[in-house]
């Protein structure tokens, strides 16, 4: 998928009057960050679970060793 996405930002940034300059994505596409890095192109990622399952998810390790 990472091939496909960088190869339509390509073709879409032939034209000069749409070109794609900031890359918004899921953190759990990860990949799309990845591929506007490469590219050189402004990224955001944003969150839709409920913080309790970010903090959960940092926290994973620490539970473990904690057992």
Request: net charge negative; with cysteine; aromatic share 4%.
């Amino acid at each position: 998928m990472p091939g496909k996405i960088e190869k339509l930002i390509q073709e879409t940034n032939v034209s000069e009057d749409e070109r794609i300059t900031c890359i918004i994505a899921d953190q759990t596409l990860g990949w799309d960050l990845e591929v506007a890095d490469k590219m050189g192109i402004k990224r955001a990622a944003f969150i839709t679970d409920a913080a309790a399952n970010l903090i959960l998810g940092f926290n994973i390790p620490k539970l473990i060793d904690d057992a």
